[in-house]
C-alpha cells in the first residue's frame, strides 16, 4: 500500500547534539512534501514545506530538510537541537493529483538538557 | 486571531452516545479535513470537504458523517460512540493545497 514512513518512533538528544529524522514515501509522480510540529499539548504547526526547486529547504527554528527524488525521502535535519524542540514531528505528502494530506506516523523527539 | 476553532476541546461519552464535533475557520479557506490521532498511528484522514456543499471520505470513515454547513463551518459527528473512537480529533482548512494546512486546538474524545 501506498504510505508515508517514519521509521525513527522515539529519539532521545541531548542539547546540541544534531538531529536527522527520516521520512519515506511510496507515491510516484509529483509530491508536495511536509514536515509538521507537535509541542506538547498543542496543535500541528507547519515546520517547512518543498513543491518545487531547490531540493533542500529550510523552515522555520533552524530546521531544513532535503528531498532526494531517487530515494523518494525528505529527511528532516537540524545542526544543533534545544530543549524547546522537545516535540512529535510528522512528515506528510500530498500524492499526485489529490488535494490530501497524508501523515507517517510521527517520531517523538526528547531533548535532555 | 484568524484560525481554526474546534469545540469541544474535551468529551468523554458512553458507548451508544451520539455527539458532534464542530469546526470553523475564519480565513475564507475553501476545504476542509477531519483527522483522528492515535498514538503509534500519527494523523489518518476520516473525512474532507474539498468546497462548500461537497465531502468524501477518507482512510477511516467507518462511524463518522460530516456536514459542510457552510463555507466556515464542518462538523463531524459520531451517530453511535464506541471505545475504538477514543481519540484526539483535530480539524483543519486550507486555501490553496501547497500552502499547507492550519489545524485546529484538538478535541479529545473519551468513549467509556
Known amino acids: 500500500a501506498q504510505s508515508v514512513s517514519q521509521h525513527n518512533h522515539h529519539v532521545i538528544l541531548s542539547e546540541a547534539a544534531s538531529l536527522e529524522l527520516g521520512c519515506n514515501y511510496s507515491?510516484?509522480?509529483?509530491?508536495?512534501l511536509f514536515w509538521y510540529v507537535q509541542y506538547p499539548g498543542q496543535h500541528l504547526q507547519l515546520l517547512l514545506k518543498?513543491?518545487?526547486?531547490?531540493?533542500l529547504v529550510k523552515g522555520i527554528k533552524g530546521f531544513e530538510a532535503e528531498f532526494i527524488k531517487s530515494k523518494f525521502s525528505f529527511n528532516l535535519r537540524k545542526p544543533s537541537v534545544q530543549w524547546s524542540d522537545t516535540a512529535e514531528y510528522f512528515c506528510a505528502v500530498i500524492p499526485y493529483n489529490t488535494d490530501k494530506l497524508i501523515f507517517g506516523t510521527g517520531t517523538r523527539l526528547q531533548v535532555f538538557p | 486571531n484568524a484560525g481554526v476553532t474546534q469545540t469541544p476541546k474535551f468529551q468523554v461519552l458512553k458507548t451508544g452516545q451520539s455527539m458532534t464535533l464542530q469546526c470553523a475557520q475564519d480565513m475564507n479557506h475553501n476545504s476542509m479535513y477531519w483527522y483522528r490521532q492515535d498514538p503509534g498511528m500519527g494523523l489518518r484522514l476520516i473525512y474532507y470537504s474539498a468546497s462548500e456543499g461537497t465531502t468524501d471520505k477518507g482512510e477511516v470513515p467507518n462511524g463518522y458523517n460530516v456536514s459542510r454547513l457552510n463555507k466556515r463551518e464542518f462538523s463531524l459527528r459520531l451517530e453511535s460512540a464506541a471505545p475504538s473512537q477514543t481519540s484526539v480529533y483535530f480539524c483543519?482548512?486550507?486555501?490553496?493545497?501547497?500552502?499547507?494546512?492550519?489545524f485546529g486546538s484538538g478535541t479529545r474524545l473519551t468513549v467509556v
Open positions: 507515491y510516484g509522480g509529483t509530491v508536495n
Open positions: 483543519a482548512s486550507s486555501e490553496k493545497i501547497y500552502y499547507g494546512y492550519t
Open positions: 518543498y513543491f518545487s526547486g531547490d531540493p
